[in-house]
């Protein structure tokens, strides 16, 4: 019978100088990738209703983001996003992010804007300067809408097809769950029916005032309206020296 013999090759003996050259080492590696290591973020869209927002109303909520930053800070510089919906340059006159710990408007904190709209399918680019903290973050995209904006358009942000894009001073590591779930905005304006109250034919005084000539009925629904201006052509047979004003009231 052969016999096998096992040998074992002792183990290199720890001393105080080899310790202490092994922790410097590691301490190095260690400090580096704490200096420039790269965040982690997890990009989450967070889900919306399809609502109605109204002409004249300003910070309309159209897309939340939900940004969880760990191993590191992260300086956040531009977000942009493609835009979709059937808007025209007419209907939004600017687009802001705001910042905030929950995701909602209030309390969220004012981060930057893009002023110049050209309708849907732009690329909303606004440029930021925050340093986010690891933890939880939401980025809130709102809509600033004209006075005369198109009743029934419409504004929507596909996190799936077109998610948002974050440029960082240092590039972290994404995750991106952004989808489209986001909802879709419909414009809403002031609805409203013009009815003339029938008046009788009858006799008005010399030197009076305050005669009705007119009564026009306006009834409102959907959203508030607010009156600029009233104009109306005239008629009958009075010239300019039997009438010294008209007035309106409601």
Partial sequence: MKEILI?????????????????????????ANLVSGQADIILTTISGSDEDIFQGTQNNVVYILQMDVSTTTAHLDNFSMVTAGTYDSDDVNRFRIYRNSIP?????????????????????SIPTNYNFGIGTHYLLITAYLNNDATDGNTIHFDGGTNPA??????????????????????????????????????????????????????????????????????????????????????
């Fill in 165 to 250: 894009v974050l440029s960082f001073t240092t590039a972290p590591n994404f995750t991106d769950n952004q989808s489209d779930v986001a909802g879709t905005k419909t414009i809403q304006g002031s609805d409203i029916s013009l009815t003339t109250i029938s008046g009788p034919d009858e006799d008005i005084f010399q030197g009076t005032q305050n005669n009705v000539v007119y009564i026009l009925q306006m009834d409102v629904s959907t959203t508030t309206a607010h009156l600029s201006n009233f104009s109306m052509v005239t008629a009958g047979t009075y010239d300019s020296d039997d009438v010294t004003q008209f007035r309106i009231y409601r």
């Fill in 104 to 124: 909602s408007f209030s309390g969220a904190t004012y981060m930057g804007q893009d002023g110049t709209t050209t309708g849907s399918g732009e690329t909303a």
């Fill in 7 to 31: 040998t074992a090759k002792p183990w290199k003996k720890i001393t105080k100088k080899n310790f202490l050259r092994s922790f410097l080492v590691f301490f190095i590696i260690g400090f």
